[in-house]
């Protein structure tokens, strides 16, 4: 059986000032450590959230300003289309317009060369006539 006298008393005092000793040299230490760490640690997670936000932040502005160039760029092609295509439309309206002033130069070139041709043919072929005339005759037409 347990007997109650003065060394439960003493391992009871022992108890508390081994308690009190190692509060002091371990268990406070420990503490203070453990807190300190969790202090960094959770620093570190407050930087890596505030970075997290910083470099979406950044993200979106550079897809925005990325959209932006996109749409910059797409305008400024369309642009540069539609000033080609008037540019295209005014020099084969230029074209179109020398063609057919070449084109009627010519003609009238041609004209004239084919009434020329005829006069000089019709003139031959009347002298062809007199000289087949004569022939088939044998005497000279008048």
């Known amino acids: 059986m347990i007997s109650l006298d003065w060394t439960l008393g003493l391992q009871f005092i022992n ?6 000793v190692l509060n002091k040299l371990l268990y406070r230490p420990l503490q203070k450590i453990m ?19 910083d470099i979406d932040d950044k993200m979106q502005r550079y897809q925005q300003q990325l959209s932006d160039a996109k749409g910059q760029a797409n305008s400024e092609r ?7 295509g008037k540019e295209e439309a005014t020099i084969l ?5 020398k063609a057919n002033i070449r084109l009627q130069e010519i003609k009238s070139q041609v004209a004239k060369e084919a009434e020329a041709a005829s006069k000089t043919l019709k003139n031959e072929a009347e002298s062809l006539a007199g000289q087949i005339a004569t022939k088939i005759l044998g005497r000279d037409l008048a």
């Open 15 to 20: 108890f508390i000032v081994l308690l009190v």
């Open 93 to 97: 309206a230029e074209a179109n317009g």
């Open 35 to 53: 807190a300190e760490r969790q202090e960094t640690i959770s620093g570190g997670h407050a930087r890596a959230k505030d970075l997290e936000a």
């Open 78 to 84: 369309n642009e540069l289309k539609k000033a080609a």
